[in-house]
């Protein structure tokens, strides 16, 4: 799909699909591939289509955050940087000393401890925060009588680290219907000689409103540094305030984001297993490099595949959203202050049922979206996932919002919270699941005191040109009775696989092998095998073999008949004795280099053991 793009302004353009499907604003820094129509007078972006989904995607961009504006806070003179950190304030944690932290940890329950106790913002973080909130209400109170300034975002919700940016958000009285609209964007003198009056001012779009704020503090606060719109759904000023060492986004009358933030730390409260866990993922997701731009992933994009996630466990850590919605009035209409009120609504939901520990739901979310699939749209107002396809003939999702992964928002149906992540950011995306799974699969990634122990293996920083590494494809598995045959069964039947035995007389190996076949893969039998199992659950008088069949048979049907083989390899099996233990070692040898073998590999690890284990 050809995309047209044309400048705006200085900072910012956009960048529009030809059938208007999608829209981003982004920063004039953009890096993108061109080619010229044959009349050399327009140019176009190709869209790439992305390895995780057959869903249309956007065009090839990096890094659309104003380039570099967070390191030039004063005179253009670039902070003294020692260490890499995942934050950009100066008393953000730097990475080399959260490493050193977790490596010296014992256990990684006590990885997860320290990290939270070291990364988290402190009560005094908080504090000076609010602060520069009421210190900016005073600047803004001669053109905002009755405004209110209220933080939000990680600093309310719980799951800010050090050195996170601050949003804040200015409230009047005014309701949208009641805006007014100027021709041009009012001076600060304008109030003074009485050409405005401060109702006026108060209720100014919030576009206005957020231009005329940038005059203000450009006059008032001359700690504040490099002020930057963004012209966007939402308006935001991005800017450094030197005297409270704060990057800042600045919005005005930004209600939605003001009740996702009630949500969030409503479900917090509601288990803390929620914050832990997200605090975790967004900082893996920083050292990933997909979170952290407007091409990429958004931190609230990253809540949202938490609360995804821990929805469809069994049983369900979190509710849906539409009973949070009937039962929860401090979510619909309370003040952040009001904690009596959303202790009360807590109260209303019961504990979960499920016990288990955030180790083991850490484990259980990387391989959960490793397989997941993304020609779905995860649907938190109803703890589900529905295809692609259901959303099409919808009069309130509109096809622009479609993109390789599709979060719909919880209040706002029409809208994909992962709307503006860009290809680039999805496969990188994908990328670092595979990494991340292929590392919880090591020896070394439960052994204390060594250097990839547990969460350091995950933190393992993102260079420019990761590529994921064809490693060894080896499964080992504790030896049973008739492993071969029940191996084929399992490839051949469990995952339609198709199959055709070696000789294996013919093989001269000073380890005898018991098995050796060739395999071949028409269909992607281990994507999206989750929520068809769900779907399956009642089949009590089908065996587990016989389950997986299933589950592989409705995926399949779901394609056209194909002869073009999608992956193909020869798999050894054979018998080792190591320190009295007898092991089966499964060999997949790949015919050709793909992308897809590392997770193929990964996937048979995690499936092989527990299917044979049980026939």
Not at 177 to 206: C, F, I
Request: charged share 25%; aromatic share 12%.
């Amino acid at each position: 799909m050809l995309l047209v793009w044309c400048l705006k302004n200085p900072f910012s353009f956009t960048v529009r699909q030809i059938s208007k499907r999608y829209t981003t604003y982004c920063n004039s820094n953009i890096s993108i591939q061109t080619k010229y129509s044959k009349n050399n007078k327009l140019r176009y972006l190709y869209a790439k289509q992305s390895c995780i989904s057959t869903s249309v995607v956007v065009c090839l961009k990096k890094n659309m955050k104003p380039k570099g504006w967070k390191d030039f806070v004063d005179k253009k003179e670039k902070f003294a940087v020692k260490d890499f950190a995942c934050e950009n304030g100066k008393d953000a944690v730097p990475h080399s000393v959260l490493i050193f932290k977790l490596q010296n940890c014992s256990s990684i329950s006590e990885q997860i401890e320290t990290f939270n106790s070291v990364m988290r913002l402190t009560s005094n973080d908080i504090e000076k925060r609010i602060n520069f909130c009421r210190h900016l209400e005073d600047v803004l109170r001669i053109y905002f009588p009755k405004l209110k300034i209220c933080p939000f975002g990680s600093t309310v919700t719980e799951l800010g680290l050090k050195g996170c940016d601050l949003d804040m958000c200015l409230q009047t009285n005014f309701e949208d219907e009641e805006y007014v609209t100027l021709q041009e964007v009012p001076n600060l003198s304008d109030l003074k000689e009485g050409l405005l009056t401060t109702e006026t001012l108060a209720r100014m779009t919030p576009l206005y409103m957020t231009r005329f704020i940038k005059k203000v503090f450009q006059e008032h606060c001359h700690d504040i540094k490099e002020i930057i719109q963004i012209n966007g759904r939402c308006p935001i000023l991005k800017f450094y305030s030197d005297q409270y060492d704060l990057f800042c986004d600045f919005s005005c009358e930004n209600k939605v984001s003001m009740k996702n933030t009630k949500l969030i730390l409503f479900l917090g409260k509601l288990d803390e297993r929620f914050l832990t866990i997200t605090r975790i993922i967004r900082y893996w997701a920083k050292c990933c490099d997909i979170v952290g731009g407007f091409d990429k992933f958004s931190c609230y994009a990253l809540s949202l595949l938490v609360l995804h996630f821990l929805q469809t466990r069994n049983p369900p850590i979190l509710p849906p959203i539409n009973e949070v919605s009937l039962k929860s009035e401090y979510v619909n209409q309370a003040e952040f202050e009001n904690f009596k009120l959303l202790f009360e609504d807590i109260k209303k939901f019961p504990k979960s049922e499920n016990s288990k520990t955030v180790e083991e739901l850490l484990r259980e979310f990387f391989f959960y979206f490793l397989t997941y699939d993304f020609d779905s749209v995860m649907q938190l107002s109803t703890s589900s996932s529905i295809p692609l396809s259901s959303f099409v003939n919808l009069k309130y999702f509109d096809r622009k919002m479609f993109n390789t992964v599709n979060i719909q928002d919880p209040f706002i149906m029409s809208y994909n919270v992962t709307v503006g992540a860009q290809f680039a950011s999805c496969e990188k995306f994908q990328r670092s699941l595979i990494q991340a799974c292929e590392a919880f699969q090591k020896d070394t990634f439960l052994i204390p005191n060594t250097e990839n122990f547990g969460l350091c293996s995950l933190f393992i920083k993102s260079t420019r040109h990761t590529e994921i590494q064809n490693g060894p494809n080896t499964i080992e598995i504790r030896s049973i009775p008739d492993a071969s045959s029940k191996l084929k069964k399992v490839l051949e039947y469990g995952l339609l696989f198709n199959c055709v035995s070696f000789d294996m007389n013919s093989e001269q190996s000073s380890v005898p092998k018991i098995l050796k076949l060739h395999c071949k893969a028409y269909y992607n039998t281990w994507k999206g095998r989750y929520w068809i199992n769900k779907q399956l659950q009642n089949s009590d008088h089908c065996s587990p073999l016989e389950i997986e069949y299933l589950i592989s048979k409705e995926i399949t049907n779901k394609f056209k008949p194909t002869n073009e083989v999608l992956c193909e390899f020869d798999c050894e099996c054979k018998e080792s004795i190591d320190n009295t233990e007898s092991k089966l070692i499964v060999h997949l040898n790949f015919k050709e280099e793909k992308k897809g073998n590392k997770l193929l590999t990964i996937f048979l690890k995690e499936f092989i053991p527990p299917i044979l284990s049980v026939l």
